[in-house]
């Protein structure tokens, strides 16, 4: 993976089919978490690719689609988030007013993120008027993941990266069968982790670009 970079006036990140697969899955995931329809996947991207551990890969966004339906789900409470926590009466009117427009809105930024990585090839072209937009929709994928993995503190998120370097150093000296590491966590956080490195890239790329056209 590498991050965006500009060429010729676009945003380019470059990924591996493997990447590209799990990160339109997650998008389409969130997709769905905020009512939306399944961006046209009776399968998800990658699944006829010919990669033979898509089942493994998908295994760990399990826990993602069986909450779907949890009308409480603290991970849509951080994509709409309540106007007012002392004024229930005025949290409910805002949301009954803005609440669809907004789940639109986010929706159709996933939607158009998800087709952008399914289209075939490494780069990733993002134009520079859409960067921030799709900036926006990596946010609500992040935020998705970390409510997942219980990232509320700068310690929680401290802690998630040593448990990476931990899992990381245990499987590479075959040690991880002697630390009760999980891998399923230890996944959902590196993808958390790439996200934040892609989005922060796209970022840079945004904030560049306009220094340029001042």
């Known amino acids: 993976m590498r991050g965006f970079e500009e060429r ?17 899955r997650i998008v389409a995931d969130v997709g769905l978490l905020l009512g939306g329809e399944q961006f046209g996947m009776d ?3 990658g699944r006829d690719a010919g990669l033979d551990d898509a089942d493994e890969i998908f295994k760990h966004l399990q826990g ?14 951080s994509l709409l988030p309540s106007a007012s926590r002392d004024d229930r009466d005025v ?17 159709r930024r996933l939607q158009t993120m998800w087709e952008q990585l399914s289209e075939d090839g490494p780069e ?22 970390a409510s997942r993995l219980k990232l509320e503190t700068d310690e929680d998120a401290d802690r998630l ?18 630390l009760g590491i999980d891998p399923e966590r230890v996944w959902l956080g590196m993808l958390y982790q790439a996200l934040t490195w892609l989005q922060e890239s796209l970022v840079q790329f945004s904030v560049a670009t ?3 056209r001042e």
Request: glycine share 2%; hydrophobic share 45%.
């Open 8 to 24: 010729d006036g676009l945003a380019v990140a470059e990924l591996d089919d493997e990447e590209r697969m799990v990160i339109a």
């Open 43 to 45: 399968a998800p991207v």
């Open 64 to 77: 993602l689609e069986e909450s779907l339906a949890e009308p409480d789900d603290p991970a849509v409470l």
């Open 91 to 107: 949290a409910d009117e805002f949301r009954r007013l803005t609440e669809s427009d907004l789940r639109d809105l986010k929706v």
């Open 124 to 145: 990733w072209e993002i134009r520079a008027e859409d960067a921030l937009s799709t900036a926006a929709a990596l946010t609500d994928v992040r935020l998705v993941l």
């Open 161 to 178: 990266h040593g448990e990476i370097d931990l899992a990381t150093h245990a499987l590479d000296t075959d040690a991880d069968d002697d």
């Open 210 to 212: 306009e220094d340029v």
